[in-house]
């Protein structure tokens, strides 16, 4: 592609470029007013030009030869008609005219870089690459559209068709700037609101420009033929409709619409099949207007033309899949009833947020039916459970939808008391039994993890006994297990340390040794464990300054409302947990002799 | 769709805020990004990882948690599951539909009731009993078999450097 390439050129910086546009301008202005300063400047240029151009056609010349020589007196000639006299030369002079038309690229480039600045501030990476990516591709098959399908003669038809789509693709580049930024920030959870505002009115001027230029189409591209003005309606259409969706998604964010609702939904699947329709007509038009089957503009185009068809195809595809799916679930698997949801007080296990109503899976396990959904489209079955859903996800036949029956374990805590949790064991079974081994090891590891009250040898032993997790879980909840030996508390972390009041004092009282010394001082290995206890202590507490301690607490038990200080309390418990960790091993170090 | 991954992963780490399960820390990075996290791993005691603090990054999917995140040890590491360049191997981390090593149940691999949480104490397990039969890295799959001593060794200076300590 043109892009790789194009990265390599040494294209001049804003800075740069802007500096030597102003100054061909002014040399250009300069080269006018020399030019205009004799009052007959008329009468010698149209008289270079008719040397210079052989052809006897040019209107204007004839026009500026037949009006009558200024011969008024130098110093009656006021700025005004200085000026009309400076344009007019420029406008007819080539070279001035391109570097006029050098400035009105100059100053286009200088407006985007302002409203960048303005509206999204310093550009991510991604953004500026998409948008880098996006601007050649763009120039691409513009260069395609004007030479090969156009097939433009005239320079001045060109620049009309230049300037034309400088003015779109602008469009376009904002637009995906607008879009790129818009779903950064939706995964931010603290955004201020004047970024909101900003990219929100960056929005409207887009679409206020774009139909603008769609009115632009109509009375200038359609006196030029219809097609021309399809060609340009088309461009604007495009633009137009790529705003729209995200001003739609806005929108739909700001009613809290749920993103795999119904509404949700159709608005994205008509947002995008109009602009893949339009696109597509678009360059079937062209490859119809260019008439010409082997060329390799045709050739570009119609590899667009089959990309396109794809995307579409895709879009069709997973629409069909979002239907079957939609009417699949509402047929099996029907919603919960309210007592049902009022009497399960979990929240939905996929997004973690209260259910209001729920769907209800054969293994009576209750989601979201939008989150159901979509993990439906992904895997066919229950999220919890693992339990396939015989009949689910026509489009991927899952090969593991029906699992060995005993080979998983499921227990669901919630039911029998609501803080209990929800678990899955899977049980590795030797011929139906739990023969002694690294299976038992582990499932009593498992167990063990999830009981700590009960010591793993008790868990092996029980485990032995009963060759199945089943039934020694059983007997741990109903209380036939007993914890043979209370395990010893685990020391407690410094870390973990809540600082009472006294605390904070004795640390700020006691002379702590700096953070670095703690740890690299031998005084572990002579030190009894008490002088141990403070010197933790005073690593815990040596990163924080007293001012902080309010804030600090919150670190310590709660979890802050701010995203400043929530990083600085992940920083300062991050610190501690090194700095603990560190004590203790240099602890666990063997004495040095 | 970013809307409830965002607030799900908010509640997770809020969770892993007032509940962190003992020896473990996760957060975003930066909070610009919420889909970018830091954890940090106490090596499990018992073991030749006992007592390093082993920081890795956490990167999701804008379809969290429908798709499992992406898990990469930012500091050295060696062990018969973790790729040289530090990503993770372990079916919690595998969405249902792939199967790169083609001998993992849909029972283990990931599911939306996974979380941050449960995937770093698989970690910690993993980190204590390394699954040979997976080799993300061969070498290091190799001398757990038949050199259990280098390994150790070997561990014992990553934890070391972990910690900011110089080796032994």
Redesign the interface.
């Known amino acids: 592609m043109p892009v790789t390439l194009v990265d390599r050129l040494p294209l001049p910086n804003l800075k740069v470029y802007t500096a030597g546009s102003v100054s061909l301008l002014s040399i250009a202005i300069y080269y006018a007013l020399s030019a205009t300063s004799d009052p007959n400047w008329r009468v010698n240029v149209t008289q270079g030009r008719q040397e210079g151009m052989a052809e006897p056609g040019d209107l204007e010349a004839q026009l500026v030869m037949t009006s009558p020589p200024v011969v008024a007196g130098n110093g009656t000639r006021n700025i005004s008609d200085q000026f009309v006299d400076v344009m007019t030369f420029m406008m007819q002079e080539p070279l001035c005219v391109w570097t006029l038309i050098n400035l009105a690229y100059c100053s286009l480039a200088v407006f985007g870089f302002g409203v960048q600045r303005l509206v999204f501030g310093q550009l991510r990476v991604a953004e500026a690459q998409r948008v880098k990516d996006k601007f050649w591709n763009y120039v691409f098959y513009k260069f395609i559209f004007v030479f090969g399908v156009i097939n433009v003669q005239y320079m001045d038809e060109v620049l009309l068709w230049c300037s034309w789509f400088t003015l779109v693709g602008f469009l376009h580049l904002l637009g995906q700037l607008c879009k790129d930024r818009y779903?950064?920030l939706?995964?931010?959870?603290?955004t201020e609101g004047w970024v909101h505002v900003r990219l929100a009115c960056l929005l409207g001027g887009i679409l206020t420009a774009a139909t603008a230029l769609l009115g632009a189409a109509a009375a200038w591209g359609l006196p030029a033929g219809r097609d021309t003005f399809a060609f340009m309606a088309a461009e604007c259409i495009l633009v137009l409709v790529a705003v729209l969706h995200v001003v739609a998604r806005y929108v739909l964010?700001l009613y809290e619409c749920d993103?795999a609702g119904p509404v949700a939904y159709y608005t994205h699947l008509v947002f995008d099949s109009v602009s893949l329709v339009v696109e597509l007509i678009h360059v079937l038009h062209m490859v119809v207007y260019s008439n010409m089957l082997v060329s390799m503009a045709s050739l570009v185009l119609l590899m667009q033309l089959r990309h396109l068809l794809h995307e579409l195809q895709a879009r069709v595809r997973r629409h069909r899949l979002y239907t079957s799916l939609a009417t699949h679930m509402s047929r099996n698997y029907p919603m919960a009833s309210k007592e049902e949801v009022d009497k399960n007080q979990d929240n939905c296990?996929?997004?973690?947020?209260p259910m209001k109503e729920a769907r209800k899976l054969p293994c009576s396990h209750l989601f979201h039916n939008s989150?159901l959904c979509?993990?439906v489209q992904?895997?066919a079955?229950c999220?919890?459970c693992?339990r396939g859903l015989a009949g689910a996800a026509p489009a991927?036949p899952?090969p593991?939808a029906a699992?060995l029956p005993n080979?998983?374990f499921h227990f669901d805590g919630s039911r029998y008391v609501s803080w209990l949790p929800s678990f899955?064991v899977?049980v590795t079974r030797v011929r139906g039994e739990l023969a002694p081994g690294p299976a038992l090891d582990n499932t009593a590891?498992q167990l063990q993890h999830m009981f700590p009250q009960y010591s793993i040898a008790t868990l092996t032993a029980d485990l032995s006994r009963t060759a199945s997790a089943d039934l020694t879980l059983d007997n741990i909840l109903e209380g036939r297990l007993v914890a043979a030996e209370p395990i010893p508390e685990?020391e407690p972390?410094p870390v973990?340390q809540q600082p009472t009041l006294l605390d904070v004092a004795t640390s700020t009282i006691e002379p702590w040794t700096p953070p670095s010394s703690a740890y690299l001082l031998p005084t572990t290995s002579t030190a009894g464990t008490d002088t141990i206890e403070r010197s933790n202590r005073g690593t815990g507490h040596s990163t924080v300054a007293p001012e902080n301690l309010v804030e600090d607490d919150v670190s310590l038990?709660?979890?802050a409302p701010s995203?400043a200080s929530?990083?600085a309390?992940?920083a300062r418990?991050?610190e501690r947990?090194?700095a603990g960790?560190?004590l203790?091993?240099?602890r666990?170090l063997p004495r040095a002799p | 769709?970013?809307?409830?991954?965002?607030?799900?992963l908010?509640?997770?780490?809020?969770q892993l805020?007032?509940n962190?399960p003992?020896?473990i820390?996760a957060?975003?990075i930066?909070?610009?990004?919420?889909?970018e996290w830091e954890a940090?791993i106490?090596g499990p005691e018992g073991t030749c990882f006992?007592?390093?603090?082993f920081p890795a990054k956490l990167v999701f999917p804008?379809?969290y948690?429908?798709?499992p995140p992406k898990m990469q040890f930012i500091c050295e590491m060696f062990h018969p599951n973790i790729y040289a360049d530090g990503r993770v191997c372990i079916s919690i981390l595998h969405?249902?539909?792939d199967d790169p090593m083609g001998y993992e149940?849909?029972?283990?691999r990931w599911?939306?009731?996974q979380s941050v949480e449960k995937i770093l104490l698989s970690v910690v397990?993993m980190l204590a009993e390394p699954n040979d039969e997976s080799g993300a890295n061969v070498d290091a799959a190799k001398m757990w078999r038949e050199d259990r001593d280098q390994f150790n060794k070997i561990a014992e200076r990553l934890?070391?450097k972990t910690?900011?300590?110089p080796p032994p």
């Open positions: 779903e950064y939706s995964s931010s959870p603290n964010q993103v296990a996929i997004c973690w947020e989150c979509q993990w992904q895997d079955s999220p919890t693992r991927r899952a593991h699992p080979h998983l899955s899977e590891q685990p972390l973990q038990g709660g979890f995203a929530r990083a309390a992940l418990r991050k947990l090194v960790a560190r203790r091993y240099l666990r | 769709m970013a809307g409830s991954a965002l607030r799900r908010m509640a997770e780490y809020k805020t007032l962190p003992e020896g820390i957060g975003p930066n909070e610009e990004n919420f889909f940090l106490t006992e007592g390093g603090i804008p379809d948690p429908l798709s969405a249902p539909g149940s849909s029972a283990e599911s939306p009731v397990s934890v070391r910690l900011g300590l």
